[in-house]
């Protein structure tokens, strides 16, 4: 055979291979809901099994893929395990390594967060909240601005444009990695085909209201009609950031048995379209039954005025009257239910949704506290 005519067929059938491999990477490979990037995948189990088994079978999967940090540089977690609901959330991060020599590494750090539904012996996996971490940019890129159609494909649709390509073929691995994962661990095999492009509007992002149940949704409602003297409600997004690791009391119970616990705030996230605030407590110095126990709970911030006061609650020894009464603190009801001191210059009103533990290894006996956000309230 002439040498050319060996090198050109060598060539086209290079040419076919890659773009039967692009085609997986075309329109649809990127589920969209209103605009947001949601990935989806329900993963039946072939033997009958009851939803509290596949829970806990998933629980465990979780815990071994996310429960504990064998990369110092990532950070995984299980943000919320709720049997009742059997809904499990993981907060996880990859590397996304596009190319890899002695001189060059070049790498995106993806975050996401992946959500467990257990129903009717099926695991409903759905992967959201996408974002890159890349020397490009200074700020995190989220999956909308990089993989979608619009962004990653050329206007005929059947090609990748350059510099998205890398980001969207990786994605659409790395999700399909791990829910074929799921797949393996449950059946043994991978039964189902890749990441559905028919997403079920139970996934989607509708709002707020619509998540919660019925009689939460009631209460909610009930709620917003009521306030704290002296205080006035905001959204959400008017929580400073500045506040990170900044102290707080969680308080907790009735006015005529309260509970005050001492915690440092971790912020603001998001978990099933609810905002959530994150607490941490040393549960080695500080009892928290009570918060274990609490239906909801409020997170309040002081200025440095009341720093004297806020020592009393510091000493673990004592009864909690006369340490209120020490302080000079002025607890009320909130609309939530749960004990405020009036003199806190934000309020943060909480459901309790979780508990975890500290994922730094310095902080070993500390927990982290998950309260979905009902209401946010300052002066």
Do not use: H
């Not at 947001?36 to 072939?46: A, E, L, N, W």
């Not at 806020?310 to 607890?331: M, Q, R, W, Y």
Request: with cysteine; glycine share 6%; net charge neutral.
């Amino acid at each position: 055979m002439n040498k050319f005519l060996l090198i050109s067929l060598c060539a086209i059938t290079s040419v076919l291979a890659y773009a039967q491999e692009d085609a997986k990477y075309l329109a649809g490979a990127v589920p969209e809901v209103d605009g947001k990037v949601i990935f989806f995948k329900s993963i039946p189990v072939k033997n009958p099994i009851s939803d509290d088994d596949l829970f806990n079978i998933m629980d465990k999967w979780a815990n071994d893929n996310y429960g504990s940090n064998l990369n110092k540089d990532l950070d995984n977690r299980v943000l919320l395990s709720n049997p009742e609901e059997k809904d499990i959330a993981c907060q996880g991060e990859k590397f996304l390594v596009f190319k890899k020599s002695a001189f060059v590494l070049d790498q995106a750090k993806m975050v996401y967060q992946l959500i467990l539904d257990i129903d009717g012996g099926k695991c409903n996996a759905t992967a959201r909240y996408i974002k890159y971490e890349y020397s490009d940019s200074k700020t995190p890129l989220s999956a909308e601005e990089m993989i979608t159609d619009k962004i990653a494909l050329n206007k005929k649709g059947d090609k990748l444009n350059r510099y998205y390509d890398k980001f969207r073929r990786q994605t659409v691995d790395s999700i399909n990695s791990i829910f074929n994962s799921i797949d393996k661990y449950l059946n043994g095999t991978v039964t189902t085909g890749v990441v559905s492009s028919a997403v079920p509007a139970s996934v989607g992002v509708p709002d707020r209201q619509e998540n919660i149940s019925p009689a939460l949704a009631t209460a909610t409602n009930a709620l917003a009609e009521v306030s704290i003297p002296g205080f006035k409600k905001v959204d959400t997004g008017k929580i400073p950031a500045s506040l990170q690791g900044s102290k707080a009391l969680i308080l907790s119970g009735s006015l005529s048995s309260p509970s005050v616990v001492p915690a440092s705030w971790g912020g603001v996230t998001s978990l099933m379209e609810r905002p959530v605030a994150l607490s941490n407590v040393n549960t080695a110095q500080y009892a928290t039954g009570a918060i274990d126990n609490a239906g909801t709970y409020t997170i309040s911030f002081y200025t440095e005025v009341y720093a004297d006061a806020l020592k009393e609650f510091e000493n673990t020894k004592g009864n909690i009257n006369d340490k209120i009464k020490a302080s000079g603190l002025t607890p009320v009801i909130g609309p939530s239910g749960a004990p405020v001191f009036t003199e806190a210059w934000m309020v943060i009103e909480c459901k309790k949704a979780g508990v975890m533990p500290s994922s730094d290894p310095k902080a070993a006996s500390d927990k982290t506290y998950l309260g979905e956000i009902l209401n946010v309230w300052i002066k």
